[in-house]
């Protein structure tokens, strides 16, 4: 009788189911590690049990901090025969975590008494937020009277995108109201006017 184990065909078909058993290990290990969570590391450690661990980074904390602002200074207005261009807004005062410097831009159609409009913020200092205004109605600014020269309120939320300092990661919305003085509304005209705002809400920072 032939001995089997030395048979070229068996050993061959051994060899081959060898391979495969190999080929299919580190395929299932590459699924593995595709799949796992974001934030693992791609060390792996050996429990006392002999299982294998995925080692993953600690979660961030996460802390809310509440945010309030005053400030005052000068907005400077452009305006056309279609809306008035906020081209530049800057002023100081007190902000949570030193945020004691404001600046932006802006800009609305100005067709009524009370029009929505947008821009773009920021408050800066030792820490700082870049923020924006998203017109819409809960964002408006109210002239009190028909005509220039009359006074205007200002009110609506402003999104945080970006912070730095002890603001780094942070995200949240603030509401904010202010007001300033007109002097014309004569398309070409510009003019400079002081104003006042404040600023307020919770803010989550990723740490």
């Known amino acids: 009788m032939r001995n089997l184990s030395k048979s070229p065909g068996i ?22 590690m595709a799949v ?18 995925l080692t993953s980074h600690a ?4 802390v809310r901090v509440a945010f309030k602002g005053t400030y005052s ?21 007190t902000g949570t975590y030193g945020a004691n410097k404001m600046s932006g ?20 200092g030792p820490s700082g937020l870049k923020m924006r205004i998203v017109s819409s109605p809960k964002t408006q600014a109210c002239a009190a009277g028909s005509a220039a020269p009359t006074s205007v309120s200002v009110k609506g939320v402003a999104t945080v995108v970006s ?5 780094k990661g942070a995200t949240g919305i603030l509401n904010f109201k202010g007001s ?3 002097q014309s509304t004569t ?6 006017d002081s104003f006042s705002a404040t600023l307020t809400g919770v803010l989550t920072i990723k740490k």
């Open 11 to 32: 050993e061959n078909k051994g060899s081959a189911a060898r391979k495969a058993m190999a080929i299919g290990a580190v395929g299932l290990m590459g699924t593995f």
């Open 36 to 53: 796992a969570p974001v934030g693992a590391t791609n060390s792996l450690s050996h429990s006392p049990s002999g299982h294998t661990a």
């Open 59 to 62: 979660a961030k904390k996460i």
């Open 73 to 93: 200074g000068t907005i400077a207005l452009l305006w056309s025969s279609s809306g008035v261009e906020a081209t530049s807004v800057s002023g100081h005062g």
């Open 105 to 124: 831009t802006g800009g609305g159609s100005a067709a009524s008494t009370c029009d929505p409009f947008s821009g773009t913020g920021a408050l800066s």
């Open 163 to 167: 912070g730095t300092g002890k603001f």
């Open 180 to 182: 300033f003085s007109i």
């Open 187 to 192: 398309a070409g005209s510009k003019e400079s």
